[in-house]
């Protein structure tokens, strides 16, 4: 099962037994779901269109676009009167998507989540969160645009004719090693990665991105610009309550995606029995929205910069993102690259599709090859009884045709981290406390760094390493991740005695950390698990308090 | 903890000098008001950037939304500069809000030096009589590398000969080759300040550094240029060579010589030729064996087109434009 799940939109994916990737709908039918929450006064919560819908009447009750405020610690969305953290509402969006789709295709093994490449720890650490409150047995968290050029690598493989059942040995794979940028401009976020893919092989070369730039921030644009005419018009406000503010925002919404294929469009509003009607063509919404545009363009150039990668090194460009569809986004991409960008699957569900081929090239991974009969015939095996699973979710059913397995099981992701990694020393020289990044962002994964530093004092007794994500040495621009402490080192140690810091960051998101003072070895270890950012008391009062929650 | 830096993102972030917030697009991008140059904004939009997006995920929210105005405000000002229309609408308007002259802004920055001095090229292989112009902000290098501002073809010449470069309001040349050699008037330099009427040997190239003023003098002479071919005689790095304007041209088996002859029954200095009494004569310089023109030997005798001159085992025709 793969789940993706946006600030505005959700999908959710799997992978059937011939190996077909399918997009499930929801109840209502729809292939993508809103992610928009509202809870009713009898405590009844309501996810997707519906939810949207409320917003015009009773926008207190509506949470939305809380993906942006993932992995803040201390924010809380207050709805219906009622505190609830960002986790809680996407887990209550994941548990709809998964609700219905159990419904469609049976009870569900294990879910990938999908996060923007460009999101730091705190947040990728929420996202998974979310899954667990959902009650999902969250196998792993995938980079969207990852996930994108996996499901695309997929479905170029169909196209050459091959067929999803007879998945041969080059399955996924491409027959020329390609170099493509994925650029995934959403409803919240924008990334832009480059991967390389050589066989079954993807290899991360970079990525970057904004967690705050999407196509609510478009909307944003066109609200401000139509607003301020009412004013000049009629001398009212309209966002000046919050369901008209809701309302105009949806009329906005409409227009922009409208503007994607007509060149013209009305946007009409009414307010205390004035009205305007006032017409909008498609050069006018992208001069107002420019400079978020340029947003874009700035930080794909930044990052050719970056891997020292010209155009003419970039195979495809695949567009991901329902907001990939406004016409200047093709239009600025062809004019920067020479190249024609390459749009051709549903953009909102690509993500989705990627997440559940890792989903299933996981649960291949942990397939015992026994349970597969030799003939390679369809095998539906009974769950295995008293196997170990995360939270007491129905073990892995072995559902899998034996070449799918096969093929799936060779494919290898090299993945980079997205921000760097560092300790915060003081520079002597500059007598200022710094970030010292050990290992700078688009390191490919796994890897270990090394750097040594001096004790600042002498007989210096414990030496307190603070571990951050950041890349700039500004200690401004860090997150602390957690700590590292040498205790009991031995009297007289001189000042500037050696200390050796080596990070360790393995593809699960995990990082070791090991400081040894090198004269005495005198040694400290700790591990930062990329496992939750609650403790698991909250983790499990809240996946308790969402499960009693009827989602509909 | 203290959010002072909420006041001024701008110094904080990108260290921009204190001064009016927002800043305008130049100062924000950190460029030349009015910089026109399309190359220079980008690269300024993405080192800006570069800058200010690592704290685009900073813990605080009022410190993430003022960096997000940072980011927005530098994207606009990509976009006004960007687009030619746009940016002529943004500049209008910027100067007349800090009401200032923007013509007279761009035109001191256009006002570089004419320039007061220039090399010609008096004799020599190749490119005689050809005027160099020099530019006071530039370095001006000589040698047989194409990509010398004064490129030279001879063996004769170093891949980088010389450099003249101008320092203090005076023209200074400095030697760089170290086989070769250049002489200035007659005498080996490694540096020396250029003046007026200087002659520059490089390499058997004759360099005439003057002022400007003195060069139309100069070329109001109605000099005919002159043009010696090796017909007969082994070889040597230039065949061919000309010249218009320098007093005299020294011919020789020496380095030092101006038009370099390298055989036995050559003389060091063999023979010399100059304009004189509006002819071009040459003059033997006591040659063991003799300077000959037309089978007969001379002392001082008047050149004039296809004479044949004969020095050592060289036969040289001579050929002068009317």
Same mark, same amino acid.
């Given at each position: 099962?793969?789940?993706d ?52 009447d ?35 969006v994941?548990?709809k998507?998964?609700?219905d ?83 995934d401009?959403?409803?919240?976020t ?17 990525t ?60 009409v ?51 991901v ?15 920067i ?7 051709d ?6 993500v989705?599709?990627?997440?559940a ?11 015992p ?8 015939s ?7 009884v ?18 799918v ?8 992701m ?39 530093f001096?004790t ?31 205790r ?7 000042k ?57 | ?33 009015f ?20 704290y ?28 030619r ?33 220039a ?13 160099? @112009?020099?530019? #006071?902000?530039? +370095? ?6 194409? /990509?010398?501002?004064?490129? %030279? !073809? ?15 309001r005076?023209?200074?040349y ?12 007659d ?7 250029l ?59 020496? @380095?030092?010589? #101006?038009?370099? +002859?390298?055989?036995p029954?050559?003389?060091? /200095?063999?023979?010399?030729? %100059? !304009? ?13 064996n003799g300077?000959?023109v ?16 004969t ?12």
């Amino acid at each position: 099962m793969g789940v993706d799940l946006g600030t505005t939109f959700s999908a959710i994916a799997y992978v059937d037994a011939r190996g077909q990737v399918k997009t499930i709908p929801n109840r209502e039918g729809e292939l993508t779901t809103c992610s928009a929450v509202l809870i009713e006064p009898d405590r009844t919560v309501r996810v997707g269109r519906e939810a949207v819908r409320a917003r015009s009447d009773r926008p207190d009750r509506v949470a939305i676009n809380f993906k942006r405020d993932m992995g803040e610690k201390y924010y809380r969305e207050s709805v219906g009167g009622k505190e609830f953290s960002p986790e809680a509402l996407s887990a209550l969006v994941a548990k709809k998507l998964a609700a219905d789709a159990s419904e469609r295709i049976g009870p569900l093994a294990g879910a990938v989540i999908t996060v923007p490449a460009y999101f730091g720890d705190a947040r990728r650490k929420a996202t998974q969160d979310a899954g667990r409150i959902a009650s999902l047995n969250v196998l792993d968290i995938i980079n969207e645009p990852t996930a994108a050029a996996l499901a695309n690598a997929f479905r170029q493989y169909l196209r050459r004719g091959g067929d999803a059942t007879e998945f041969e040995l080059a399955a996924i794979a491409t027959t020329v090693p390609s170099t493509t940028l994925v650029f995934d401009l959403g409803g919240g976020t924008f990334d832009a990665t480059i991967i390389h893919i050589e066989g079954e092989r993807f290899d991360v070369l970079a990525t970057g991105g904004e967690v705050r730039l999407g196509g609510i921030d478009f909307d944003a644009r066109i609200v401000d610009w139509f607003c301020e005419e009412f004013i000049r018009r009629h001398g009212i406000d309209l966002r000046d309550s919050p369901e008209s503010l809701a309302g105009i925002h949806s009329v906005c919404e409409m227009a922009k995606v409208t503007l994607s294929t007509r060149e013209e469009t009305v946007i009409v509003a009414e307010r205390f029995g004035k009205t305007l009607h006032m017409p909008v063509n498609r050069r006018h919404f992208e001069e107002v929205t420019s400079d978020l545009l340029t947003r874009a363009q700035i930080s794909v150039e930044t990052l050719l910069e970056d891997t020292l990668l010209g155009w003419d090194r970039i195979d495809d460009i695949l567009l991901v993102g329902g907001s990939s569809r406004m016409p200047m986004v093709t239009e600025m991409l062809s004019r920067i690259s020479g190249k024609k960008p390459n749009m051709d699957q549903a953009p909102d569900e690509i993500v989705a599709h990627g997440a559940a081929i890792h989903a299933a090239i996981i649960q291949m991974h942990s397939q015992p090859p026994a349970s597969v009969e030799k003939d390679g015939s369809r095998t539906l095996s009974t769950p295995e009884v008293g196997r170990e699973s995360d939270g007491g979710a129905p073990p892995l059913p072995n559902l899998f045709d034996r070449k799918v397995i096969e093929a799936t099981k060779r494919v290898e992701m090299i993945n980079v981290n997205s921000h760097g990694l560092g300790v915060i020393v003081r520079d002597s020289r500059e007598n200022q406390v710094v970030n010292s990044v050990v290992i700078p962002r688009n390191t490919p994964l796994p890897t270990e760094r090394v750097k040594v530093f001096g004790t600042e004092a002498a007989n210096q007794r414990i030496v307190r390493l603070r571990i951050v994500e950041g890349d700039t040495r500004d200690t401004r621009g860090c997150t602390q991740l957690g700590e590292c402490v040498i205790r009991d080192l031995p009297e007289g140690l001189p000042k500037g005695a050696l200390v050796e810091v080596s990070f360790r960051y393995d593809t699960s998101g995990r990082i070791h950390v090991r400081a040894v003072e090198l004269r005495h070895g005198n040694v400290a270890e700790v591990d930062l698990v990329r496992d939750t950012g609650f403790d698991q008391v909250d983790l499990m009062r809240l996946r308790d308090a969402v499960s009693e929650i009827e989602v509909e | 903890m203290s959010l002072d830096w909420l006041d001024d993102p701008y110094g904080v972030f990108l260290d921009l000098p204190a001064g009016d917030r927002p800043p305008h697009h130049y100062e924000l991008l950190e460029l030349d008001i009015f910089c026109a140059h399309r190359e220079r904004i980008a690269h300024a939009v993405r080192k800006q950037f570069r800058r200010i997006k690592p704290y685009q995920d900073h813990p605080d929210r009022e410190t993430r939304e003022a960096i997000q105005d940072v980011m927005t405000r530098i994207a606009q000002a990509a976009v006004a500069l960007s687009d030619r229309e746009r940016k002529e609408t943004y500049d209008c308007e910027l100067a007349e809000r800090l009401g200032i002259d923007r013509e007279r802004i761009l035109a001191s920055r256009m006002a570089v030096p004419l320039p007061e001095f220039a090399l010609t090229v008096a004799a020599g292989p190749t490119n005689v009589g050809n005027v160099i @112009e020099l530019l #006071t902000d530039s +370095l001006v290098t000589v040698g047989r590398d194409p /990509h010398c501002v004064i490129p %030279l !073809y001879s063996l004769r010449v170093g891949m980088l000969h010389g450099q003249l470069r101008y320092r203090d309001r005076r023209w200074w040349y400095r030697h760089m080759d170290k086989q070769r050699l250049t002489l200035i008037n007659d005498e080996r330099v490694t540096q020396k300040e250029l003046e007026s009427g200087d002659r520059l040997e490089v390499g058997g190239y004759v360099l005439c550094f003057w002022h400007i003023e003195e060069i139309r003098r100069e070329s109001a002479l109605d000099r005919p240029p002159i043009t010696l071919i090796v017909t007969r005689g082994p070889s040597v790095p230039d065949a061919i060579y000309s010249a218009r304007a320098p007093e005299y041209i020294l011919i020789g088996e020496c @380095e030092t010589s #101006t038009w370099q +002859l390298a055989g036995p029954q050559v003389s060091r /200095h063999h023979c010399r030729i %100059l !304009y004189e009494e509006n002819r071009w004569i040459v003059v033997d310089l006591q040659s063991t064996n003799g300077t000959v023109v037309n089978g007969k030997r001379v002392g001082r005798c008047p050149l004039a087109d296809h004479d044949v001159l004969t020095i050592g085992q060289f036969q040289v025709m001579i050929r002068v434009r009317k």
